[in-house]
């Protein structure tokens, strides 16, 4: 079995956060690189979309058809790469996103139905984690359906690093 890793940008690259800060993941970057893992740096759909000064938003703020057209165009090219890694080898394909983010959230993703989100890292009340995927990884799950390659999720979670370390370090000694 040969472990294919589709990282999230700022896993690899902390400044393209709303607020960069110390890289928290630093420990599990390292483990993929001891047991050489096969990693591919995904773009970062949010700081392409509104660059470094973008505010904190919530999921309600990028659910628009301009975004999702935008994850769509950075997803394809990346989908593609994956159907030519496939004819290669049998590779398992694992997603590791971020928890609590409106884009690359897999399982929780930052929600506000008034569609306020964080500014000057300051929270609007009734801004709240959710379970629910954010708008990239539903765009890469939706388009992945025409290319049928299987697609392992994983969430990171930042504030508890040390589980998804040990998850990820179980599939590499598989
Ligand atoms: S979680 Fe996704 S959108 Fe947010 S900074 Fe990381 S790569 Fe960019």
């Known amino acids: ?4 890793f589709l990282l999230s940008h700022c896993l690899l690259n902390n400044y393209s956060k ?5 890289n928290r993941n630093k420990e599990l970057v390292q483990v993929l690189l001891q047991f050489e893992a096969g990693v591919i740096q995904l773009p970062c759909p949010e700081f392409s979309y509104l660059g ?10 990028y659910d628009s058809s301009g975004f999702r057209n935008h994850c769509q165009k950075l997803l394809k ?9 496939m004819k290669v080898d049998d590779y398992v394909v694992y997603y590791l996103g971020i928890k609590g983010s409106p884009s690359c959230g897999v399982i929780n993703t930052c929600s506000n139905e008034s569609y306020s989100g ?9 801004t709240k984690i959710v379970e629910s995927q954010g708008v990239f990884i539903e765009e ?10 299987k697609i392992n999720l994983l969430e990171v979670d930042e504030d508890n690093i040390e589980s998804t370390i040990k998850e ?3 599939i590499l000694i598989e």
């Open 1 to 4: 079995m040969k472990p294919l």
């Open 18 to 22: 709303v607020e960069p800060f110390a």
């Open 52 to 61: 470094g000064k973008r505010w904190g938003m919530v999921k309600e703020q």
């Open 77 to 85: 090219p990346v989908l593609d790469q994956l159907g030519d890694y």
């Open 118 to 126: 964080e500014i000057e890292g300051k929270c609007f009340a009734e």
């Open 140 to 149: 890469l799950l939706a388009l992945n359906n025409s290319y049928g390659i």
């Open 168 to 170: 990820v370090k179980n």
